[in-house]
Structures are given as C-alpha cells and as structure tokens.
C-alpha cells in the first residue's frame, strides 16, 4: 500500500538555524513526491516535487529536499530559517489515478 | 485574481441543516478536488472529478454530494450536517497531463455544525 510518514507532528528551531523535516514514503511504483505549505488560514501551496529526474530538488523560499530511493525519504531542508517560514509543512505522494496522500503534517516554529 | 476560489469562507449552522460550498477554478485544469482537513490538520482527499466525470469518492457518508456542472467549477453540497462534519473542506485543482500531483488549492471553508 502506499503510504506518506511524516516524523514529528512539531519541529522548532531558531532563525538562522537550519530546517530538517523528514518525510518516509512507501510506493511499489516510482512515486511522484511533493511538499506543501500551509500558512494559518490558508490554503496549502507547493513548495517543490520530485518527478524522476534530479534527486537534489530545489524549490521556492529557499527549500530543498533530497529524493533517496535506498531510504524511502524525502525531507525537506533550508540552511537557515526565517520567522516567515512558521507554517504547516505537508509531505505528498501522487499515487495515480487521481489521488494524493498527504502526511500528517509538521508544525514548524522558528523562535527569535 | 485568485486561481481557485470557494466560498464562503466561513460557515456555521446547525444540525440538521443542508448547506453548500461553491469552488471555481480560472486555470483551465482538467481536474477538481475536495479534501476534508480535520481538527489535527489531517487532510484526507474526498473527491476527484476530471473533464467533470467522478474519478475518486473516498467512502464519505452519501450525505455529501459532489456536482461539477463544468470543469471549472465543483461544488459541495452536504444533507443533514452531523457536528462531525466540522472541519475546514478545501477545493484543489490540478491540469494531470501537464503536471501531476501539482494542485493549486483554494483558501479553504471552515464549516462549524453547532
């Protein structure tokens, strides 16, 4: 079955630190991977996805995440955290047919 | 201009009571959802409509009833609201044969059953 895990529902770090939220995937077909965000109140916008092609993904606000296959992992990194990055953090899989798995979600705080 | 827009924003009513959510897509995708994000932020897919044809119904209580008069609207219409319907529902787009699995979603309902 195909599956989205994010690990830690909370995450907190201090501006200028660096952001990790991990994300486990369990797919039997090459998966489609993304990450949201969710500011309070509104909707989810995408950060990045992982298609098939490179595994280092770059994506807006200065996020990354890394595609391992060996691993079944998709975490989401930035070097250096902003108090504007505060928000829900969503790990999805595209399963085909239509449909999207979400994680849980994480909560990132970032503190001054 | 907003890409997908719901409304309304906010609604509370009670028990009992039927109510509808309206979305509207300006992007020309193909493809229309609605997800249900509970309390935890937990949000579970409940429909996918594609060229207005029902693609996937995630076994939610037949009191919901989905409708996508064209492929740039799909609204929500729910009987007999049930105070565990209370969540915020979201409407989401996506264009599958360009770019799948990149939605575009709305800002969302907060439906409160009182």
């Known amino acids: 079955a195909q599956s989205v895990t994010q690990l830690g529902s909370h995450v907190s770090v201090s501006e200028g630190a660096l952001v990790l939220l991990r994300c486990n995937y369990s797919s039997s077909v090459p998966p489609y991977l993304f990450w949201y965000v969710q500011y309070p109140n509104q909707g989810l916008q995408l950060l990045l996805k992982?298609?098939?092609?490179?595994?280092l993904v770059k994506g807006i606000n200065g996020f990354e995440a890394e595609f391992k296959k060996s691993e079944t992992s998709f975490h989401l990194t930035k070097p250096s955290a902003h108090m504007s990055d505060a928000a829900e953090y969503f790990c999805?899989?595209?399963?085909?047919?239509?449909?999207?798995?979400f994680g849980a979600g994480t909560r990132l705080f970032v503190k001054a | 201009d907003t890409a997908v827009s719901q409304t309304p924003k906010y609604l509370v009513t009670q028990m009992g009571n039927d109510k509808s959510i309206k979305c509207e897509q300006n992007?020309?995708?193909?493809?229309m959802y609605w997800y249900k994000q509970d309390s935890k932020k937990f949000l579970k897919i409940m429909f996918s409509y594609n060229n207005k044809e029902l693609i996937i119904n995630e076994t939610v209580p037949n009191r919901f009833s989905p409708k996508s008069p064209d492929k740039a609207h799909l609204n929500l219409h729910i009987n007999s609201l049930e105070l565990g319907d209370s969540a915020v529902y979201f409407c989401?787009?996506?264009?599958?044969?360009?770019?799948?699995?990149?939605?575009?979603f709305g800002q969302g309902t907060r439906l409160t059953v009182v």
């Open positions: 989401a787009s996506s264009q599958e044969t360009r770019d799948r699995g990149v939605a575009f």
């Open positions: 999805a899989l595209d399963t085909g047919g239509f449909k999207t798995i």
């Open positions: 992007l020309g995708h193909d493809t």
């Open positions: 992982y298609t098939s092609a490179a595994t």
